[in-house]
């Protein structure tokens, strides 16, 4: 049976005017959102087409948008060793710049697996791009340079891959996560401990801080005595933009919860069963799935790898969230917030400015999902519309 190409990233830009997408089948689309938003009031249901269409021969997994130069866009693939920088005010199909990866002299002794799985631009400095993915490494360019400089931070086990990556709102720590169900932080501020950009002659960093979430969820005791608690791979990380000190992750079992930076514990959860106790699962197992927090509202919202639905869940960081880890609720089951949608969601993306939603399905097509409101979390803060648009 063939794969169908299914959506592996989104990203708006930082004033929510574009949206680009990347797909498994190697097509790189931007999109205008005030196109998408018009045309989904007059039909619940249309094609919209891309202002900018690129085909590539490779499996894109992730794009990002360079915050000073809002016609740049980033993106990686699988198979592939390279950044890849497009400038999509130009008529071109070819990258602009393209920064190839280097190998870790430690992994060179084996086979070196050559995917990337995320990028991202550092904010303060847009000249700094960092991509991770399966040698365990992030890799860190810094373009001023001339050859192009760049730095490797490893992770401590060989045969890991890092499949997702975040960067401080100081832009001081890097984090990562791991298929291992490990999070690993870097310091770039300095001391005995701490890496820097431009170290020459060095290829390994190691972390300064390794987050094991299997030993952390063990030590909820109400999830400990109702499930088996096991290794699982991370999917995705992200920062809350609200609250910097929560990084929320998901897991490969389609778990979700939050690491508390500064009490270095979990302070929220959201442990559905696995797709596979049922027999059954809604996303097929390749895609690694991408939830997103909304700008406002410490709500995180993830598509359900076990069924047609999407969860909005309440990881505001207070005891009074309807997800907090270390509060017993005497057996009451805590309310669902979530939303039926028409085809497995793989990736989500919120809009800077009005908490509207993107969701990337397994089949190919873009949804929008509007609200009208966030303040009681319900189901009915939901508008109807939603709009499919196909990527070629």
């Not at 202002?51 to 993106?75: F, G, M, S």
């Not at 190691?206 to 290794?231: G, H, K, V, Y």
């Not at 933009?241 to 929220?268: I, K, M, Y």
């Amino acid at each position: 049976m063939q794969e169908l190409p299914y959506i592996s990233g989104l990203n708006f830009d930082s004033k929510g005017f574009y949206l680009a997408s990347v797909s498994s089948a190697g097509c790189l689309a931007v999109h205008d959102y005030e196109t998408i938003y018009c045309r989904a009031e007059v039909s619940n249901a249309t094609t919209v087409k891309p202002i900018v269409h690129i085909a590539t021969n490779l499996k894109l997994e992730a794009i990002c948008w360079n915050p000073t130069n809002q016609d740049e866009v980033a993106c990686v693939a699988a198979g592939g060793r390279k950044v890849y920088c497009y400038d999509i005010a130009c008529m071109s199909y070819n990258p602009v710049e393209i920064l190839k990866m280097k190998t870790s002299t430690a992994r060179e002794l084996n086979t070196d697996p050559s995917g990337l799985f995320d990028v991202t631009f550092c904010n303060m400095s847009a000249n700094k791009v960092l991509a991770c993915g399966e040698d365990g490494n992030v890799h860190v360019w810094d373009r001023r340079a001339n050859p192009q400089y760049q730095s490797l931070l490893s992770a401590p086990k060989s045969g890991t891959s890092l499949s997702s990556l975040q960067i401080s709102t100081d832009e001081q720590v890097i984090y990562a996560g791991s298929d291992r169900g490990l999070i690993y932080a870097w310091d770039l501020r300095g001391g005995t401990q701490s890496v820097a950009f431009l170290i020459p002659g060095k290829d390994y960093h190691p972390p300064f801080a390794t987050f094991n979430l299997a030993l952390l969820l063990e030590q909820i005791s109400s999830l400990r005595e109702q499930t088996d608690i096991t290794i699982s791979a991370v999917h995705s990380i992200r920062l809350n933009p609200s609250c910097g000190r929560q990084l929320a992750f998901h897991l490969n079992n389609g778990w979700s919860g939050v690491l508390d930076l500064s009490e270095l514990g979990l302070t929220h959860i959201h442990c559905p069963p696995p797709p596979w106790l049922g027999g059954s699962s809604a996303c097929s197992p390749i895609c690694q799935r991408k939830p997103a927090w909304l700008p406002t509202h410490s709500v995180y919202v993830s598509g359900s790898c076990a069924d047609l639905k999407i969860h909005f869940l309440d990881f505001k960081p207070s005891p009074n969230s309807l997800c907090y880890a270390q509060v017993s609720r005497n057996g009451q089951s805590r309310p669902r917030n979530e939303l039926l949608v028409s085809e497995p969601v793989i990736v989500c993306a919120a809009h800077p400015m009005t908490n509207h939603l993107i969701v990337g399905t397994e089949v190919g097509t873009l949804q929008l999902i509007a609200h009208k409101s966030f303040s009681k979390m319900d189901d009915s803060s939901f508008d109807d519309n939603v709009i499919d648009s196909s990527t070629p």
